[in-house]
């Protein structure tokens, strides 16, 4: 079947502009995850949802970011006013259940986003 | 300050070989340890995994060996394939509350030359 999509794989803004990534994960999969993967590193936790209700937004990295999933399907991640330092590829994930360690995380392919 | 510890950014193995990949930690409520592969313009792939109640879980040509007292696993794939050329990220989870974010190492290039 499908796995995770992304939308727009390529992003480039310029500073100070609002940008909106597009998460479709795979079909009944409960959980849905944002991670933020800058250059040379591992990807890092940014927010986690179970169905529509967003548990967890611990890792977000300012009031700039903000994630919606209003049908506990398709994710939104908005990032406002661009800054240069937001430039990074973001990963969106899903898993089936409801955030066991067992449940596989499946990655999208991610946006690589540049903030020029 | 890094909790998943990746020290080798690269690593060339021939063809037919084994492969060691390394991976240290230092948060001690990390139980459940995962293994992901990443082809350039793909996402991370699921590879294999372990958790902290056993020291070692095998699957076809992967085995992943965890040391507790050290703080530190290894991925041993075995015998290296060409298609085995990707970036390879060690993870882990914690206990309690979030206990789903995974905390990813730096990851290691490994290229597998025919």
């Known amino acids: 079947g499908a796995g995770v999509s992304q939308s727009p794989r390529y992003k480039v803004a310029k500073r100070g502009q609002d940008v909106a990534l597009r998460c479709d994960p795979i079909?009944?999969?409960?959980?849905l995850f944002w991670y933020q993967q800058a250059l040379g590193q591992g990807p890092e936790f940014l927010t986690y949802?179970?169905?529509?209700?967003?548990?967890?937004k611990s890792g977000l990295p300012s009031d700039r970011f903000f994630a919606e999933r209003p049908e506990g399907s398709v994710s939104t991640l908005k990032i406002q006013r661009t800054q240069q330092e937001d430039s990074a590829v973001y990963l969106c994930?899903?898993?089936?259940?409801?955030?066991?360690?067992?449940?596989?995380?499946?990655f999208g392919p991610g946006t690589r986003l540049t903030v020029l | 300050d890094q909790q998943v510890k990746q020290n080798s950014p690269s690593l060339s193995v021939q063809e037919g070989r084994i492969s060691i990949l390394n991976c240290d930690y230092t948060?001690?409520?990390?139980?459940?340890f995962l293994w992901y592969k990443k082809y350039p313009a793909e996402g991370p792939t699921f590879l294999i995994s372990?958790?902290?109640?056993?020291d070692k879980n095998e699957d076809g040509r992967f085995t992943v060996f965890l040391n507790k007292s050290a703080k530190h696993l290894s991925l041993h794939i075995v015998p290296s394939q060409p298609g085995d050329s990707a970036v390879y990220f060690c993870?882990?989870?914690?206990?309690?509350?979030?206990?789903?974010?995974?905390?990813f190492g730096k990851g290691t290039k490994l290229s597998v030359i025919p």
């Open positions: 994930a899903s898993s089936l259940g409801a955030g066991a360690k067992t449940d596989t995380q499946y």
């Open positions: 079909s009944g999969h409960v959980s």
């Open positions: 949802f179970q169905n529509e209700a967003q548990l967890d």
């Open positions: 948060n001690s409520m990390f139980d459940y």
């Open positions: 372990i958790s902290s109640i056993k």
């Open positions: 993870a882990a989870l914690g206990s309690g509350a979030g206990s789903y974010q995974l905390t």
